[in-house]
């Protein structure tokens, strides 16, 4: 009942805050035209009226903002305990080890990178742990005058979900399609398996071919081609460190309103998706089975 009624109070903030940013936007496009204009017969007045173009759309940035963080701490918050129980933990402002993802080297180490809505739960007693990640690198231009620029670049932009083993399979096996800057497979041996189809859009790396094997059962391989069937870019699976790591690397963010639509059932169910991945995947990739969990 409290969330429905705090949903049913954003709601209506959302339509004063989305009809208010149309307005502004629209005040924006007005004066950057009049600054453009005004530019080439009065400059100082033209960057001036720019200058105001700009500061109105930074109010108008800063207000979706303040409305997204709100949300997240209220009703994504919420979600959270309601879908994955109430010892489920939710942080907006936090993600996994860094150092621990680099350290999977399916990516280029960033030289500049933001985590986010950290999620930490576990199903039928298996723990898991998945954030948002967006890894940039660096470049540096210079133009013909000698004048240099510095822009990031994102290679990766997506989820990062570690599914932990109580058995201790002291492996490494990496699954790749479509693999981000600086993904690695030094000091792996790359396996085929016996599906065509998977083959062909997966490469696979591991430490020792009865390992690859032992992992990459007809089951397991048909699991894997459905979930990399339900994203747009590419996907890594990654058994190392006695985990099971899945790299989502779709471009979006998870767990984020769009204020541009109602608050309806059909966004809410988004996010409780978005919220259940990883349960999801424990539960459709037999992650709870012995064969991950129980030492022999």
């Known amino acids: 009942m409290e969330e429905n009624k705090s949903l049913e109070s954003l709601e209506l903030e959302r339509k004063s805050i989305k009809k208010t940013l149309n307005i502004m936007y629209v005040i924006t496009a007005v004066l950057f035209i009049a600054g453009i204009g005004c530019f080439f017969l009065q400059p100082l007045l033209g960057i001036v009226i720019i200058v105001i173009g700009v500061i109105v759309i930074i109010i108008a940035t800063n207000k979706k903002s303040k409305f997204q963080k709100t949300f997240k701490n209220t009703i994504v918050a919420q979600l959270v305990k309601d879908e994955l129980g109430a010892e489920a933990t939710y942080d907006a402002n936090k993600g996994l080890d860094i150092n621990e993802i680099n350290s999977l080297r399916a990516a280029k180490v960033p030289d500049k990178y933001h985590l986010e809505d950290y999620i930490s739960s576990s199903y039928n007693n298996v723990p898991y742990q998945l954030c948002d990640c967006t890894m940039q690198e660096k470049r540096v231009t210079t133009d013909g005058r000698g004048h240099t620029q510095t822009t990031y670049v994102t290679y990766f932009k997506g989820r990062v979900i570690k599914i932990d083993f109580q058995r201790e399979l002291n492996m490494v096996l990496k699954v ?9 497979a030094s000091g792996l ?17 591991v430490d020792d071919k009865e390992h690859g094997f032992y992992i990459l059962t007809p089951v397991m391989i048909n699991k894997m081609l459905e979930l990399e069937r339900m994203f747009n870019g590419g996907i890594c699976y990654i058994f190392m460190h006695n985990n099971l790591y899945v790299l989502i690397n779709n471009s979006n963010d998870s767990l984020e309103v769009n204020i541009s639509k109602p608050l309806d059932d059909k966004q809410i169910n988004r996010i409780k998706s978005e919220i259940l991945i990883a349960a999801s995947i424990i539960n459709e990739f037999s992650m709870d089975a012995d064969k991950y969990n129980v030492n022999r």
């Open 189 to 205: 041996e790359k396996f085929e398996t016996e599906v065509i189809d998977f083959n062909k859009r997966f490469k696979c790396y």
């Open 176 to 184: 790749v399609n479509d693999a981000p800057l600086g993904f690695s």
